[in-house]
């Protein structure tokens, strides 16, 4: 459930009429809705009541310190996979200690920052990675707390380029190492190994394949505990799915989920870490376009809007069908056309949907792209030299910009013309007067 909803005709976010805030800020936008952000949490962390879980939003999901500090208040702790989102998180007020940072690839200064700030846990995907830890551990006078994340070998089932626990993934440490890495990293100085962590893929529509990673973490808690390790805290990832419109069978519950935890993880005495993305945030957010034509090709009519692929990659990328709806309320009699809704951009993919039923639109209404909470202003780009759009919180009968739309000076201004570019430049010019200038 969430918070869009039609009133008087109009698509509101929450008391908010979605056209007032196109009209204040412009298009596209992204508008989120406070209410529908701590309903989600409030489910996800009911749902676990009993388990007292730390529930770590994972920020690549939606990076806005504004929906991370709403989610913070609720008492969320942040998962973060990069210095930068670890930043946000603590600008938002999150706790060090409710961060964790997982990711293949940290850098030694990532790692550093984040032992300087203090935060819980270090989930750590390779030897390699472990030694670097340690040492930049023992160069800060440290003991790094750090998980292991392992990876299960099983499918979760979900699109390709989401899914993170096979083993032919580059995710985490094959799971049959997990011994071997432990009984390392016990002989390293500058690390304090606390538990297991996994992730195993994003947007799970079947609860089957957590179920089966969950009893692989089970089974090796037990078989680490045997071998004398203290294994205190398990972090299971994030991935639940969520409603896009187009779902061919309901998927599971927060709920259901939690059923699957408990039945599997539950008892074993650890801290329960959660790092749920999408199902927080995703139903959170609209991405608001305006139509800008209504072009009949020969064989299709394209509804041409002012996003584009840049600012919502996730059709383009995965091909995700996010149901889009007119901002004023069609008459229930108004029947629907077939139509394709496209963007600008230069390239055949910049499509939100194809063969979508509609009903008319014409140039200058506007369009909600639902669910776009997650993973879509996180990843969008200045592709085409778009600067990146602006971004709305709405809470009850307010709203706030909450992030600014870029500008194309702000663009330019970053790049520059290399000496020999100049107007003046002599025809050919040397690496010393290029290095003196
Ligand atoms: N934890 C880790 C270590 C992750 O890699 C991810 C997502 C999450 C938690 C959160 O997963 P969630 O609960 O949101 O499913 N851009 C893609 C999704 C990529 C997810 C990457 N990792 C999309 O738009 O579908």
Not at 6 to 18: F, K, P, S, T
Not at 173 to 180: G, H, L, P, Q
Not at 350 to 374: E, N, Q
Request: hydrophobic share 45%; charged share 20%.
């Amino acid at each position: 459930m969430d918070h869009f909803l039609y009133r008087d005709g109009r698509l509101h976010a929450e008391a908010i009429a979605i056209d007032d805030i196109a009209d204040h800020v412009g298009t596209p936008v992204y508008v989120y809705s406070t209410a529908t952000l701590e309903r989600h949490y409030g489910v996800f962390r009911s749902a676990l009541d009993g388990i007292d879980p730390l529930v770590c939003y994972a920020v690549k999901a939606n990076g806005n310190i504004a929906v991370i500090r709403t989610l913070a208040r609720l008492g969320a702790g942040a998962d973060v996979v990069s210095g930068g989102e670890m930043r946000s998180a603590l600008a938002a007020g999150v706790p060090p200690d409710r961060i964790v940072f997982s990711g293949v690839g940290k850098s030694r200064d990532e790692m550093a920052e984040a032992l300087r700030a203090g935060i819980l846990q270090i989930n750590v995907e390779s030897e390699p990675e472990l030694e670097a830890l340690s040492e930049v551990a023992v160069s800060l006078g440290r003991q790094a707390p750090a998980a292991i994340r392992i990876n299960p070998d099983i499918d979760a089932h979900t699109h390709a380029k989401i899914t993170t626990g096979r083993s032919e993934n580059k995710f985490g440490i094959e799971w049959t190492a997990a011994t071997a890495v432990f009984a390392k990293a016990t002989a390293l100085p500058g690390i304090s190994l606390r538990g297991l962590a996994i992730h195993i893929g994003s947007q799970l529509a079947d609860l089957e394949p957590f179920r089966q990673a969950f009893h692989r973490v089970r089974d090796l808690t037990t078989m680490l505990r045997a071998n004398g390790h203290s294994i205190d805290t398990l972090d299971l990832g994030g991935g639940l799915g969520i409603p896009y419109g187009d779902d061919a069978s309901p998927l599971p519950s927060p709920m259901q989920y939690a059923e699957v935890v408990k039945q599997t993880v539950a008892d074993l005495e650890c801290r329960l870490i959660f790092e749920p993305g999408r199902v927080l945030a995703g139903n959170a957010g609209v991405l608001v376009t305006r139509v800008l034509y209504v072009k009949n090709g020969a064989t299709r009519t394209f509804v041409i809007v002012d996003a584009a692929m840049n600012d919502l990659l996730r059709p383009t990328l995965y091909g995700a069908r996010h149901a889009i709806v007119p901002v004023r309320e069609p008459d229930a009699t108004t029947g629907h056309t077939v139509v394709d809704v496209v963007g600008p951009i230069c390239e055949s993919g910049d499509t939100f949907a194809g063969d979508i039923a509609l009903p008319p639109v014409k140039a200058g209404d506007l369009l909600a792209i639902r669910t776009a909470g997650a993973y879509g202003a996180a990843m969008a780009s200045s592709y085409n030299v778009r600067p990146l759009v602006a971004e709305v919180m709405v809470n009850g009968n307010a709203f706030a910009v909450i992030r600014e739309r870029g500008t194309i000076d702000e663009l330019l201004a970053r790049q520059h013309l290399p000496a020999w570019l100049a107007d003046d430049a002599p025809p050919r010019i040397t690496k010393d007067a290029i290095l003196s200038t």
